[in-house]
């Protein structure tokens, strides 16, 4: 009546929780909380940037001219959808609102506009040009504004904006080389980290092709792709996983309770636990990331060892067993809870949730196993049947194995320190569940697109927009030149759709005024065949931008460029910021010694990543080891006396060396969720060790204690075993760490335990 | 009623005249010619010139792929289209453009190609056919299928006489328009 009583209360808390409780998705809460300039620029390049909002898009499966129709819809359509910026498949701007602008300013962005370039010489090679493309097939596409634009300045300004490197045109559109594949590019509105928007922008781009043609197959790439990827393989792997753990621990459970009400006393504590975890982070963070969520279970799912430690100790003895048994229990929750403190303090937004996630829900889960199972009980504890292999869990406890794996350890950490950064990770997509072969293909594809990777970008700083893009400007002669030398590939910037305003001023300066430009045109016309008042639009075009506004981002509201500005040109700690990704860099230091002295800067994300990581490794380590000095202090005010808090923690602490060892030695490399699972490590090796220990004094008690144990052990080789079956790497660290050092913990514990003649 | 019984065999009877001379019989006698070599003129007009453009020289085609025209007046230029490229040839300069870079050139491509060959699987590619007129006068004209063409290109009509093209004229969405007339 009481467990039906709780059990109703605690589905209307989480029913509650459940509506109370906001969870995010954004994947950079997992990124430090950044303190150099670079570092943020990096997140917001992250989260933001141009490059995280590209999607790469590969039509397979049919004929050129039948996959060339199909992009030419497919980026008509996406062009509509509200899901993306713009989309391009090489034909042209997809956009009609941004060829207009292109028109309308192509003076302010023509650098071919300088003094002298309205000459009458070179008006009348200008016209003769046009006149023999008149009759060539070839300029068929510029004969329209050929009134207007008579020295063919949009056409050059095409191909500035267009990049560099391009893909291989077949059928009027980008394809692979090997013509299999027709090739786009389209840009999402939503940021890259937002894995549910892309999800629905890759949606977007499968229904548009699959009503187009339906035989043919796309393949997606780019950040956005993998977000939303990576989303939906933690998802299904956190499902299918937790659904055969549970499946799995309920087997266990039953196989050793024999009693759903009994299953039930147990399952109460970690269900509150988590609640209480979850309502406490959304309380103090206002909101709960996926990752959290998820790890978090994982983490506070080991609080079942609590009942079940509770449960077993006290079969067969009175109430007043629970007295004992809470002591060693305090200790196992507090020492655990002080294990989380690092986390709790940690500088990475999402693990400071799942540290204050894990203190609160261990705790929450601690107390009701202490006062509310045994209220819950009342007073007909459960029995419980030992699993097989209880027996084999024997103290084999003496001073030369002892040594023996303190003088490993040692080894261990020596070699540790000897071989140091080779085996911490610190590539921040080693921690993605994207599959190798899709990385290896986003690559391919990027290589196709001539796309910039995230890699490197050239920054220029300025007091204002204006200021900022100047800089720019002065950075793009070194660039060209580098890419002349075949030092970088390409590069895009900001100052090709909105050059600084002394730039613009130059150039429209560098007009004619109309009389002077009608004269020059008059004598450059004499004696062609073109009727004299064919360049009228020509001549008030050139007039109207002399005496025009300068060009602003304004003039590209609502065209996919001016998505491309915003991310181009960033305000960042009341500076602003003329972007410059750089693709195929092949020599950075090349790069960053031709920018020395200048008001740019080249920025290699990679390693601004990788000094985020490994600081942030360091700042942890210096954590975990406030933590181990707060649960040496517990331990030893807790058990009354060094000698028993040594052989708590000296096996504890063998176990997280070896476990490390264990794992480099295997060639993993260990990064920050790898960290995540040592602290759950220590925890458990804490628990398994003080619950060894608390049972010394009494062989009733230590087979009991022996069997508690093999539950304990049990369901956590059981649940983190699986995880290491799974696709994604950070669940398959903290499966395997977990797994490995729960095992080498409790043969570690009974090695410290002493032999029961030996004990005073 | 029997003028309406007359006049149905009427029409009916001028479609099987018709009929005798079809695309496909087009087709045949065309690819019945390997090789061409003849004088052509050229004629360009355009709303934005006072007179017309004139070239000539001449144009080459040879079974299976060779379509080269020889311009000689008003001044030396060659213009070779190979299976996937056009070479423009001036002053010694020689320029490549690969055909598939641009859907006009293409269609520009295959219609010089498939009426030449007589290749109506080129031709229905790019454009919708319609033959009409006689062995002796027909007329072929070609729309362009896909809009990255239509938005330049209005119509193409070929005309000639059995196996041989003696005029194509291109009508350009700009008013601009090409007669080449093969002698």
């Not at chain 2, 641009?102 to 109506?120: E, I, N």
């Not at chain 2, 229905?124 to 239509?150: C, H, N, T």
């Amino acid at each position: 009546m009481r467990i039906f009583l709780a059990g109703l209360v605690l589905a209307l808390a989480a029913y509650a929780a459940v509506h109370a409780v906001k969870v995010e998705n954004d994947f950079t809460a997992f990124l430090p909380n950044t303190t150099s300039p670079e570092e943020r620029l990096l997140v917001a390049q992250l989260r933001d940037g141009l490059v995280a909002r590209l999607m790469l898009v590969a039509l397979e499966g049919g004929e050129a001219p039948a996959l060339a129709n199909a992009s030419r819809q497919l980026a008509a359509e996406l062009a509509k959808a509200p899901e993306f910026a713009f989309a391009s498949n090489g034909a042209s701007f997809a956009s009609p609102a941004l060829a207009e602008a292109l028109v309308r300013n192509r003076y302010a962005l023509s650098p071919r506009v300088a003094p002298g370039a309205f000459s009458e010489e070179h008006l009348r090679r200008a016209l003769d040009e046009r006149l023999d493309e008149l009759s060539s097939p070839v300029a068929l596409p510029t004969r329209a504004l050929l009134p207007r634009d008579p020295t063919g300045e949009l056409t050059a300004l095409y191909k500035r904006l267009v990049p560099g490197t391009q893909p291989a045109m077949r059928e009027g559109v980008w394809f692979t080389a090997d013509g299999k594949s027709a090739l786009l590019i389209a840009q999402t509105r939503a940021p890259g980290y937002d894995s549910v928007a892309q999800a629905a922008a890759m949606a977007r781009v499968r229904s548009a092709l699959a009503a187009i043609d339906p035989a043919l197959r796309p393949t997606l790439s780019g950040p956005g792709v993998f977000a939303a990827e990576s989303h939906r393989i933690i998802e299904h792997d956190v499902e299918r996983l937790g659904i055969a753990a549970t499946a799995g621990v309920l087997l266990l459970l039953g196989y050793v309770y024999r009693s759903l009400r009994a299953i039930a006393l147990v399952a109460m504590p970690v269900v509150l636990g988590l609640l209480a975890g979850v309502l406490a982070v959304q309380w103090g963070f206002g909101s709960v990331h996926a990752i959290t969520l998820g790890f978090g279970a994982t983490l506070v799912g080991e609080a079942v060892d609590y009942p079940n430690y509770v449960l077993v100790q006290t079969q067969g003895e009175g109430s007043g067993a629970l007295g004992s048994v809470g002591h060693t229990l305090g200790l196992a929750v507090l020492t655990t809870v002080a294990s989380a403190l690092a986390l709790a303090l940690s500088g990475f937004q999402g693990l400071a949730q799942l540290g204050v996630l894990t203190m609160v829900g261990i705790l929450a889960a601690g107390i009701a196993t202490r006062y509310l199972v045994p209220w819950l009980a009342a007073g007909r504890v459960p029995v419980a049947y030992p699993l097989p292999f209880a027996a084999l869990l024997q103290p084999f406890g003496g001073r030369l194995p002892r040594i023996g794996v303190v003088v490993l350890a040692l080894a261990v950490l020596g070699g540790l320190a000897a071989t140091d950064p080779a085996w911490r990770e610190n590539d921040l997509s080693a921690i993605s569940p994207i599959p190798e072969a899709l990385r290896l293909q986003d690559a391919a594809l990027r290589r196709e697109m001539g796309a910039p990777d995230v890699s490197y970008l050239v920054a220029s700083r300025g007091s204002d927009e204006g200021a900022a893009l100047a800089n720019a400007e002065a950075a793009l002669p070194v660039l060209e030149g580098l890419k002349a030398k075949g030092v970088l590939a390409g590069y895009e910037s900001a100052t090709a759709l909105l050059p600084s305003p002394a730039t613009q001023r130059a150039r429209l300066d560098a007009l004619p005024a109309r009389d002077a430009l009608e004269a020059s045109l008059r004598a450059a016309q004499r004696g062609l065949p073109f009727k004299p008042d064919t360049f009228a639009p020509f001549l008030s075009d050139v007039e109207a931008a002399r005496t025009a506004p300068l060009l602003t981002r304004a003039a590209y509201a609502g065209t996919p460029a001016a998505a491309r500005l915003d991310a181009l040109l960033v305000q960042q700690d009341g500076a602003w910021l003329a972007l410059t990704p750089v693709a195929g860099l092949r020599d950075a230091a090349a790069l960053e010694a031709a920018l020395a002295g200048s008001a740019s800067r080249l920025v290699d994300l990679k390693r601004v990543t990788a000094g985020m990581l490994d600081g942030y490794l360091r700042e942890s380590s210096r954590q975990v080891a406030y933590g181990a000095g707060l649960i040496g202090v517990l331990l030893v005010f807790g058990l009354r006396s060094v000698r028993r808090a040594l052989r708590v923690l000296l096996p504890s602490a063998a176990a997280l060396c070896l476990t490390v060892g264990l794992l480099a030695a295997c060639g993993v490399r260990l990064g920050v969720f790898h960290l995540v699972a040592l602290l759950l490590v220590l925890g458990i090796g804490l628990n398994y060790a003080l619950f060894l220990e608390a049972a010394v004094s009494n062989s009733a008690r230590r087979a009991r204690a022996a069997q508690a144990l093999a539950l304990c052990v049990a369901t956590t080789a059981l649940t983190f075993g699986l995880l290491a079956a799974s696709a994604t790497p950070v669940l398959r660290a903290i499966g395997l760490t977990v797994a490995i050092g729960a095992l080498l913990s409790v043969v570690l514990a009974l090695a410290w335990t002493p032999a029961e003649r030996s004990f005073r | 009623m029997t003028r309406a019984l007359f006049a149905a065999a009427l029409a009916f009877a001028s479609a099987a005249a018709n009929a005798a001379f079809d695309e496909a019989e087009l087709m045949r006698q065309l690819a019945a010619t390997t090789e061409v070599q003849s004088a052509y003129t050229e004629r360009k007009t355009s709303p934005l010139l006072a007179a017309p453009l004139d070239n000539s020289g001449t144009l080459t085609y040879r079974r299976p792929n060779v379509i080269e025209k020889n311009v000689a007046s008003p001044r030396r230029e060659k213009l070779r289209i190979l299976a996937d490229e056009v070479v423009v040839e001036r002053n010694g300069q020689e320029r490549r453009i690969a055909i598939a870079s641009q859907p006009t050139l293409a269609a520009f491509a295959a219609s010089l190609r498939g009426v030449l060959s007589g290749d109506s699987a080129v031709l229905r590619k790019y454009f919708k056919l319609r033959v009409s007129g006689a062995e002796e006068a027909w007329s072929l004209e070609l729309v362009p299928i896909d809009a990255a063409v239509s938005r330049y290109v209005e119509r193409v009509v070929v005309e000639g006489r059995g196996g041989r093209v003696g005029r194509i004229e291109t009508f350009e969405v700009s008013g601009d328009r090409t007669v080449l007339e093969l002698r």
